[in-house]
């Protein structure tokens, strides 16, 4: 039995990759230092894998930024703008990434988005009139040579041409199938050349195939490769992860790969699939270790899952690239009773060899983790089961309903019209990080660090209160992040030290982990937000991080459901929200930055395996404050237009959400579909230090004010100011405020 990965996590097990490239963007490092560099990080990468005991190893898995970008880069598809300057190779590519702004030009980055239901980014190809696709870039071939110098015989990976189509931007006009034709032969000369270069195999990525896909897109996908698949001699495996691949399945199985990778972890139906007839004369990549959770993997049920299947034909691998786990588990500091439960990117590795070890007849491997599965991990919270089991109907309602509770606040608060406020955060300057950072250390007393954010609170108060805004906050300067800062203070969490993953370019994140059943174990945001209220009187806006986006940017169980540990999450700060409430905070702000995030990549499942639970998630959060408590939300995008009715299902009193860079579109589809909730579109982008004048902003008020009811509508920015410099935040929230006021006048 043979195993393989997909992918490996390029960023290295310190970062390593992250600040060697930071020190190119600052000019510390030349492009060749560069380069050098990541030929070391890539050795060591490939020499680990292959004395972990994996048979099969990949190559071109590695990217300075973004792999669908390097395809792009590989391909010739660099839009117009960039082409024309003259930059060279790696400015071109870190141009594309991240802009250009210099001697040679100024060009914006191209967009990013969302890789499928992860939190890793890709840059955006664009297609254009004049694009013309060669093969133009070596970096696939130059890294295979390298790991063949160390007598590493890799299997390139490349992302498939369906998925670069399904995921490119055509500017208008483009005409696809030229493009298509010159995606074709592109290929077909890569897996020429590999086999001429003595490649065994090239593995295509086509996570596309894990959607719901139209009879059209399906006979695309088939079209393309009937064409490229041509008496090739170089093996394909097609890879496919993030889910099963259902209808496309039959198509799939009777194309000519001599490899299929499926997900059998994200896939619920892949064993299904496979069970109905796979075909004898391909090879199947089994995804069988989970590429995006850190929990060990049961080898019992996994070999049950494989048990009837040919195992001459089996590769044993991960459901998608390791590249979504951390490195490590090896520089952690938790217990061993804690440790041994993870399997972080490098253990996973032997988790395949010991799973093909323990197929092959060697049940050692067997018996150590049944007894790991058979022990008793943590001490269960009975009295949050029991609360969980005992949830009915009415915990999931606020009452009255909204339109009763919009009268009684209208009088009760008592707002101007177009009522201004912002969503939480005010510029977390370097002092402010610093100080918090040496109140961790401990070099910090409570009092002092206490007088610090007492006097950050007061300072911004005043200004708030100063320039006229009418619903204030209190700042955040004691958050680190809006998740971790809840976590910290729920017990059932915990935090790895260096469990950095990959969430765009050099930028990493760090996702706590859900160990256990969750519970408030004391008042998190209490204090700052009663003592900021006890300055003024004005209101000042409660802040809270939803349950739903909690969960999303945490690695979550295995042991329980999505569902069940949400609703954990839920009552815990749902005691949050009503010991504000007690304590005099009228208003407060439930964050639901990454609502979206784990929405179901087939549409078909939306409601079903996830919406159907995770609003009333929220709901539950809220549903038992007083009428006269104002509950807002806030969403850090305005891609919602496909689930309106569901967002208003949240049934918070004030929506905030991003809006300035979408040109207000979504305000058509929220009055077409009679959104209730009243909305606060960000009047200004909070992504870029630009100030905006007043009358760009009076004028996108009036534009908010043609498509919604001004009873409806509040003005605040995109989102919170924390990543902003004092000046810009100041001059802005200035101009807005002004904006208000002559809007104010003139109505
Ligand atoms: N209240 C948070 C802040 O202002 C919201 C952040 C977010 O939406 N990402 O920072
Ligand atoms: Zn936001």
């Known amino acids: 039995m043979r195993t393989t990965i997909i992918g490996f996590p390029r960023i290295g097990e310190n970062r390593e990759l992250k600040f060697a490239t930071e020190k190119y963007f600052s000019g510390e490092l030349s492009s060749e230092e560069l380069e050098d560099f990541a030929k070391d990080l890539r050795q060591k990468h490939w020499q680990l ?5 994996i048979d099969e190893i990949p190559s071109n898995d590695f990217s ?38 210099g001697q040679k030009g100024d060009i914006k980055a191209r967009p990013m988005k969302k890789w499928f239901n992860t939190n890793y980014h890709y840059i955006v190809p664009k297609f254009e009139k004049e694009t013309n696709i060669f093969v133009s870039g070596d970096k ?24 670069l189509l399904q995921l490119s931007e055509f500017e208008p006009g483009t005409d696809r199938k030229k493009i298509t034709d010159q995606l074709i032969t592109a290929y077909g000369e890569i897996l020429d050349k590999l086999k001429d270069l003595g490649a065994e195999w090239i593995q295509l990525d086509e996570p596309s195939l894990v959607k719901d896909l139209t009879t059209e897109e399906l006979a695309e996908f088939k079209a393309i490769y009937e064409r490229l698949l041509t008496d090739q001699e170089i093996k394909v495996l097609l890879q496919t992860y993030f889910g099963d691949i259902r209808d496309a399945y039959e198509t799939v199985i009777n194309l000519p ?30 995804g069988v270790v989970n590429g995006k959770n850190i929990w060990r993997n049961h080898y019992q049920q996994t070999i049950e899952t494989l048990k009837d299947f040919d195992q001459k034909k089996l590769i044993l691998t991960t459901s998608c690239s390791l590249l979504h786990v951390p490195f490590t588990t090896e520089n952690e500091v938790f217990p061993d009773e804690i440790k041994q439960h993870f399997a972080f990117a490098k253990e996973k590795l032997t988790e395949l060899v010991d799973l093909a070890t323990i197929l092959a007849g060697n049940r050692e491997a067997l018996k150590d983790n049944q007894a790991l599965f058979a022990k008793t991990r943590f001490t269960e919270n009975q009295a949050v089961q029991k609360k969980i089991r005992e949830l009915t109907e009415q915990d999931y309602t606020r009452k009255p309903a909204f339109q009763e509770r919009e009268a009684i606040q209208k009088q009760a608060f008592d707002f101007p019209v177009l009522p201004t406020t912002t969503i939480g955060s005010f510029p977390q300057t370097r002092e402010v990080k610093l100080t918090r950072a040496k109140y961790k250390r401990q070099e910090l007393s409570q009092e002092a660090y206490d007088q610090f954010i007492a006097q950050q609170i007061n300072e911004w108060l005043n200004w708030q209160e100063k320039i006229g805004l009418d619903v204030l906050v209190h700042g955040e300067f004691e958050r680190n992040d809006m998740v971790e800062y809840f976590g910290q203070n729920l017990s059932g969490y915990l935090f790895s030290k260096n469990g950095w993953v990959q969430s765009y370019g050099t930028r990493g994140v760090k996702p706590p982990i859900i160990w256990g059943d969750v519970a408030r174990e004391k008042p998190i945001t209490v204090k700052w937000s009663t003592y900021a209220q006890e300055q003024t009187d004005k209101i000042v806006k409660g802040m809270l991080t939803g349950p739903v986006t909690i969960l999303n940017w945490s690695f979550p169980r295995e042991d329980i459901s999505l569902k069940d540990s949400t609703l954990q999450i839920a009552l815990a700060i749902q005691e949050e929200v009503l010991d504000l409430e007690k304590n005099g905070i009228r208003v407060i702000q439930i964050d639901e930055a990454a609502l979206r995030e784990k929405l179901p990549l087939r549409k078909t499942d939306w409601y079903s395996e996830y919406l159907d639970w995770s609003i009333p998630a929220f709901r539950l959060v809220h549903s038992k404050v007083q009428p006269t408590t104002q509950v807002h939300t806030h969403m850090c995008y305005s891609e919602f237009t496909d689930i309106i009715p569901a967002i208003d299902q949240m049934d918070a009193d004030v929506i905030s959400f991003e809006a300035s860079r979408s040109n207000l579109a979504i305000l058509d589809e929220l009055k077409a579909q009679n959104f209730r909730t009243a909305v606060g579109p960000g009047v200004y982008d909070i992504h870029s230090p630009r100030v905006p004048s007043v009358n760009e902003i009076k004028e996108t008020i009036s534009k908010i004010l043609a498509k919604v009811p001004l009873e409806k509508v509040w003005i605040n920015p995109d989102c919170g100011l924390k990543t902003r410099g ?12 002004e904006a208000v006021k002559q809007v104010r006048k003139d109505l």
């Open 49 to 53: 894998i292959k004395e972990s005991g």
């Open 64 to 101: 300075f930024y973004d792999t669908t970008l390097d395809t792009t880069c590989l391909l010739n598809i660099v839009p117009q703008e960039v082409a024309k300057l003259n930059l060279t190779d790696t400015e071109r590519y870190f141009a594309l990434a991240r802009g250009y702004q």
């Open 140 to 163: 696939l071939f130059k890294e295979y040579y390298e790991a063949k110098a160390l007598g590493i015989d890799t299997r390139p990976v490349l992302i498939g041409p369906f998925t």
């Open 257 to 286: 790969f001599a490899g299929i990778g499926l997900d059998f972890v994200e896939g619920r139906k892949t064993a299904e699939l496979v069970a109905q007839g796979f075909p004898k004369d391909k090879i199947l990549f089994a």
């Open 726 to 737: 004092i000046p810009e935040t100041k001059a802005s929230l200035t101009n807005m405020t």
